[in-house]
């Protein structure tokens, strides 16, 4: 663990923590202020609160955020470049429409879920809400059965892709500021999801389908479906989506098997996670953007427009993140660490709760992320804790950020106005949802963690 920089007095620092945290609140759902705004002030209230000499504050905010983007800032770029491509194209329509047509429409339900799971490690959720969502209607509208019974699906299935596997935006962020080999990420990560798909988006859709019967928003009159001639080859954009991933599982896995000296050198280069998808973007550039007949002018309006939402994300992880090295240079480790060790809970039940708690207070999943995994790197001995046990700890903060969306969440009225149900209807179907992936994710943990 990295020594305090400032010592600050324990009680003045867990006041200073309260009211930094509770103001943190008060100016997101209170007074509607931004949330990158409200953090820095949150984080400014904290140093000056516990003490902290004002160059030592000021060094810490600058140095926090370098040491916060550094490290993850191109990972989230190059996937979004790589997700604005994936959309543009129509690869993740057509990811759909092939596996709707391979389980056929009576486990259409199971496509939409699998599209949403490997969809969703590429784009940030909204957009992957919006890009697949009329897959959906589309299918309600043939089969006469209530909206939640598609809808359900593709929504677990991008949130958990988002969490839990790489190269997502939530998953990187966590596993970087934990220190995890990514690697390692998607060999724990992939199970969780696949797993969280299964409970939150398949069964929990069949109930919850059959109890509550959504119609088709008022607005959708003809939901068109892309004509398989225009999209790309299902192959070639399976293919795309795989590269990254197993380029940086061949890196991870080189490391273990003996009689790899020579071309370890080479796999270590590709596997580096922002050389694999630069990689990625290269061929998905090519074959799903100069193949479709783009050419470099639109190609290039692409990429521009894809990287437009990475700039608030990556300030809002920053402003988080801040907070995060504020807190540990005032040597809040010191004083939680023994605190929890005592209580005799499990780390990664800790860093749910953690994780929870924010996200059921602040309501955007990115802080939560990035608060909690800040706090549990500033425990004392968590640094030395196995990979495989870090990666579970992941899952679990991850699956706490995840879990209790309501209204204080955008992810929630985006969802209500989209299939326009009220927020009753919302809570029941997906503030469950949400709640199912992320207790999954904390099962799974535990269950890793006992093993690690």
Known sequence: MTEPVFAADPARLLIAAAAGILLLLLLIIKFK?????????????IGLGAGMPVPTLVSTVENGAGETLQGIILLIGLGSLFGGILEVSGGAQCVAQTLINKFGEKKAGIALGITGLVVGTTVFFEAGVVILIPLAFGLAKKTKKSTLYYVIPLLAGLATGFAFIPPSAGSVLVANML????GVMIAVGVPVGILSLIFAGILWSKFIGKKINTGLPSNIQEVREEEEANLPKFSTVLCIILVPLV????????EYIPGLDVVRPVLQFLGTPFVALIIAVLLAMYFLGKKQGYNGEQLKKILDRSLKPTGQILLVITGGGIIRWVLQDCGMGNIIGPALEKSGLPLVLVAFLIAALIRASVGAAVVAMTMAAGIMAAMPGVADLSPVYLAAMVCAINGGATAFSHVNDSGFWLVGSLLEIDEKTTLKSWTMMETIVGVTGLVCAVVISLFA
Request: proline letters at 4%; hydrophobic letters at 65%; a negative charge.
């Open 247 to 254: 380029l940086i599982l061949c890196n991870t896995v080189s």
């Open 179 to 182: 220190n995890v080999d990514l």
């Open 33 to 45: 202020i931004h949330p990158v705004l409200s953090l820095l002030i949150a984080a400014l209230v």
